[in-house]
């Protein structure tokens, strides 16, 4: 349970990497939507395949921080106010809480700020091993946000390599 708690309250950490190209383009005002990227199957497949890897890299360092914060014996949930304090723009001495309880914060927080670093370069070079570039695995992102048939696209794709996947159970089970 308390581990659900932190890797909920992370997730915008865990996924700020993937939201930088994506906040920069919404900060321009939206003439229009610009023109749709052309994206063939062999290259989507590649995203997709980057994807799972990059999903296994932000879990493995999910459970690093979430480990992090157990280890410093700040609870969750203040862990997570604090952090959520910190992003509204308020000051330490203005949340409630205790004098110990910042300073295990603050050691957690440096250690997750260096997995996240860590993170970063193993998100590239999870993407990168898969043949694709960064800039080219973001613009196909930013693309299947916006294009639902490229949405679409991506769930087919996602759905037949499970089923391919999958072991063939005999009949009657």
Do not use: C, H, W
Not at 34 to 40: D, F, K, N, R, W
Not at 46 to 54: P, Q, T
Not at 132 to 152: H, K, S, V, Y
Not at 158 to 167: A, G, L, V, Y
């Amino acid at each position: 349970m308390k581990s659900q708690s932190i890797a909920i309250g992370m997730i915008a950490v865990v996924f700020a990497f993937f939201a930088i190209p994506a906040q920069a383009q919404f900060e321009m005002p939206p003439q229009d939507a610009g023109p749709q990227i052309e994206v063939s199957d062999e290259e989507l497949g590649l995203f997709i395949d980057a994807s799972m890897n990059a999903q296994t890299v932000q879990a493995q360092s999910q459970q690093e921080m979430i480990a992090i914060v157990d280890e410093e014996g700040i609870e969750v949930n203040t862990y997570n106010e604090i952090i959520q304090a910190q992003q509204m723009g308020q000051s330490l001495e203005d949340i409630d809480v205790s004098a110990g309880d910042i300073e295990k914060f603050e050691s957690a927080y440096e250690q997750i700020q260096e997995v996240e670093v860590r993170m970063e370069q193993d998100l590239a070079q999870a993407i990168e091993e898969e043949g694709m570039e960064m800039e080219r695995f973001q613009e196909i992102n930013m693309a299947i946000q916006q294009d639902p048939g490229l949405q679409q696209r991506v769930q087919q794709m996602i759905q037949e390599t499970q089923m391919e996947q999958q072991p063939q159970q005999p009949e009657g089970y």
